[in-house]
């Protein structure tokens, strides 16, 4: 075990170079750009025993990884925005696929005008794509969770792609300091990757022909369930990990001081790290409020959320929107409770297109709703209000 | 190599999806007398999606990926890939890809894998339409043939697509047809044998799409060779040879015979005969085709 | 052959697989066998491989899958196949 300081981009870096993927294929893109950067770095100095494809799009980045692994393949690529955006028709191939690809997501909002700043609204559109999405709120996560990620994607059980998701340059270009496990700890979590159904010339098959509808609703169906294991699969890794490396950030959600708390704050990603300094204001000041930080979107903790609902009231922060809805968490959080829970959910939208939500911001906003003020779903802090 | 002596083995199944007299079955059968049953497929969306038939058959016997559209280069690059790390060089990557899938909407992907010196086979096969959609134009339609989206004839002339290959400075570029089946053969065995990208182009004359009689295909393929509109031709360390009737034909040793003789047989360019001849366009079909001869021999001046 | 127990399109080798396509002929090839020179362009050309090459190079015609396409019968330089229309059903 070291330390080591660097950004989150290179952090991504070394955790895919950590897990000995056999193909990484990717096009660069700010804020990822780092991170191929990173990976190249490893190659030139001979310290990548993978093969690298620098592809001309992401769309034959996410095409030459599904190539790749249904080879057989470890395989790992990055991006973000566009390059997310313009994979999308390949994120579902490779889900229905049933192939372990990890991705990093570094978020960034969507133009135009360009924006190049933090804003989930590029992951959250992939919600339906059927990869696990993960998002997080520091390096020491960003790093734990891309390998814990493997162990996840290619669990027999699973068999489905994972993305990690982290904001752009709040994080991605932020140095933190990081814990690594050896490369021999890293191997022994990880393991080696089983592949369910490959190309494999001594047993030739055919890999997504055409497909009648009394056949098509049970590969859905897989993948759903595929995702419900991973519920209960999640919790297990990250405990697992724990015990081994010390590290924790939560297992399908990270609770932050929600004891006896009267209003839970659910926030996600950077918003999530910031969101932990308004909530020890707030406590100082004697407000009973907690922080529950979601770290998985798909699939959508409702149990746990559920659970939630039962100590408090929910305030959601969205960083997306889902125009002509909302929030895509605060609709989800919502669509969890309904039936379960009489608690009230109160919602915002913040920090669009990078714009900055200080842990003051966030305290204004939970005070709004515990003092009673809050008039129904808000943008907060839009500008020339 | 004599017909004889090809290979009793066969990958592509009876009792498949292919419309009878399909150039894209025909084609197969030849490469893959060649490429043997050591061989990996990547196909994008085309008529062959079809012709593997229903989950959960299929009638390949060789692994088959199926891919987005414009796909099929990426994808096979990353099969290429991942069998280097596993020690399988022995086994040959193929992409099988309409003129869709590659003049149009997989050419990028193509460039790519090309550009970045993939050891891997494209073979086009190309029936100069988007067949399996019904008959649309694509990027190698030619010059007033119809289709559903070229009510009255195309327009335009097709892509030079042999040329763009050729500007990526491969080892192996060839074009074939389904007509001549020792000639595809020696052209993959070729590919075959060298490393890096290699690129095959085989025009697949479609009854349905060209409005022929199903039991001509071969001879379509064959006018399309004596008239000139489609040179047989391997380019390789960057000299372009001919082969066959185009070796003649370029050589000076045949005629070709006017280009009427291969559109007159065929249903899509009724419109140049019927109610009257067309003598504009009919004469333009025929200035592109000495055109392209022209411009060969001039190459090699 | 391996079957896998994941849950996707994996499809599986198998002649056959749109069902017995000898159906779908409205002519069907005939061969003489008297006038066959072995010279294996039926067998080569068949898009269907439903001519049946045989040790000694002559060939048979798979009825049970043969479409009835004619290319067979147009690429013999002797005329050994001609195509005659199926009895009336």
């Known amino acids: 075990m070291r330390v080591i300081i660097d950004t989150g981009n290179y952090i991504s870096a070394k955790a895919a170079q950590m897990a000995k993927p056999d193909v990484v294929a990717a096009y660069p893109i700010t804020p990822q750009t780092t991170i191929v950067e990173g990976i190249a770095k490893y190659v030139e100095d001979g310290e990548f025993s993978g093969e690298y494809i620098c592809v001309e799009s992401e769309h034959s980045a996410m095409s030459a990884c599904i190539g790749a692994s249904a080879a057989g393949a470890r395989t790992f690529t990055a991006t973000s925005a566009h390059g997310l955006l313009l994979m999308h028709e390949m994120l579902h191939w490779a889900a229905l696929a049933r192939l372990p690809i990890v991705m990093v997501n570094v978020n960034r909002a969507i133009g135009p005008g360009w924006s190049i700043w933090a804003d989930e609204n590029d992951s959250v559109a992939q919600r339906d794509t059927g990869w696990l999405q993960f998002y997080c709120s520091s390096n020491q996560e960003i790093f734990d969770t891309i390998i814990q990620a493997y162990r996840l994607a290619e669990h027999k059980d699973v068999q489905l792609p994972v993305m990690v998701s982290y904001d752009g340059f709040i994080l991605s270009h932020t140095s933190m300091p990081v814990q690594i496990p050896e490369q021999n700890e890293i191997d022994d979590f990880i393991l080696k990757r089983v592949p369910q159904w490959k190309l494999d010339v001594d047993n030739p098959v055919t890999h997504g022909n055409i497909i009648m509808p009394k056949d098509y609703p049970s590969i859905r169906r897989a993948m759903q369930d595929a995702q419900e294991k991973a519920l209960e699969l999640i919790p297990e890794i990250t405990e697992e990990w724990r015990k081994r490396f010390g590290t924790y950030h939560g297992d399908l959600v990270e609770c932050y001081r929600c004891d006896d708390a009267e209003f839970i704050l659910i926030a996600v990603g950077a918003l999530g790290a910031e969101s932990k300094v308004a909530i020890d204001e707030l406590r100082e000041k004697g407000r009973r409020v907690g922080l529950a930080r979601l770290r998985v979107f798909r699939p959508f903790p409702k149990q746990a959320v559920v659970e939630l609902a039962k100590k408090a009231d929910l305030i959601v922060l969205d960083r997306n929107i889902s125009v002509g809805m909302e929030g895509a968490f605060f609709s989800e959080v919502k669509a969890a409770l309904y039936g379960s829970s009489d608690a009230k959910v109160y919602g915002y939208i913040a920090g669009l297109g990078g714009k900055d939500v200080t842990y003051k911001d966030i305290e204004a906003m939970c005070e709004k709703v515990m003092d009673g003020k809050y008039k129904g779903y808000e943008w907060y802090d839009l500008e020339g209000e | ?301 | 052959m391996k079957k896998y127990d994941v849950v996707t399109t994996i499809s599986y080798p198998k002649k056959g697989a749109m069902g017995k396509t000898g159906s779908w002929r409205v002519f069907k090839p005939i061969l003489d066998k008297d006038k066959c020179i072995k010279c294996l362009r039926c067998w080569i050309f068949c898009p269907e491989g439903t001519i049946i090459r045989k040790k000694d190079d002559s060939v048979e015609i798979d009825y049970e899958y043969c479409k009835g396409c004619g290319v067979c019968a147009n690429v013999c330089p002797v005329k050994a196949i001609v195509m005659e229309r199926e009895a009336e059903i």
């Open chain 2, 1 to 301: 190599m004599a017909i004889k002596d090809m290979s009793l083995e066969e990958i592509v199944l009876s009792g498949n999806a292919a419309c009878p007299g399909c150039p894209s079955t025909m084609g197969l059968r030849i490469v893959f007398k060649a490429l043997g049953k050591k061989t990996i497929l990547v196909i994008p969306a085309c008529c062959t999606s079809v012709i593997e038939s229903l989950y959960p058959y299929t009638s390949f016997d060789v692994p088959v990926l199926n891919i987005a559209f414009e796909a099929a280069a990426a994808a096979a690059s990353g099969v290429v890939s991942a069998l280097r790390m596993q020690g399988r060089e022995d086994i040959n990557v193929v992409v099988w890809a309409g003129d869709g899938g590659t003049y149009d909407i997989g050419i990028q992907a193509m460039s790519g894998a090309f550009e970045r010196n993939t050891n891997f086979l494209y073979i086009c096969y190309n029936n100069q339409i988007y067949s399996n959609t019904g008959i649309q134009r694509s990027g190698a339609t030619p010059y007033a043939a119809w289709t559903t989206t070229t009510v009255g004839g195309k327009r335009e002339f097709s892509k030079d697509m042999g040329a763009i290959v050729r500007a990526h400075n491969i080892p192996y570029a060839a074009t074939a047809t389904v007509s001549y089946p020792e000639d595809l053969f020696r052209k993959v065995m070729k590919a075959k044998s060298i490393k890096g990208p290699k690129y095959i182009e085989i025009l697949a004359p479609c009854p349905p799409g060209w409005r022929f009689s199903m039991d001509k295909t071969v001879e379509m393929g064959k006018l399309a060779v004596e008239t000139g509109i489609w040179p047989l031709y391997e380019y390789e360390n960057d000299k372009m040879a001919f082969n066959g009737k185009s070796k003649l034909i370029f050589e000076g040793k045949i005629e070709r015979k006017p280009v009427e003789e291969w559109l007159k047989l065929q249903g899509r360019f009724s419109n140049l005969f019927k109610p009257q001849r067309d003598e504009e366009r009919l004469r333009r079909i025929q200035e592109y085709v000495d055109h392209m001869w022209e411009r060969f021999k001039q190459c090699r001046d």
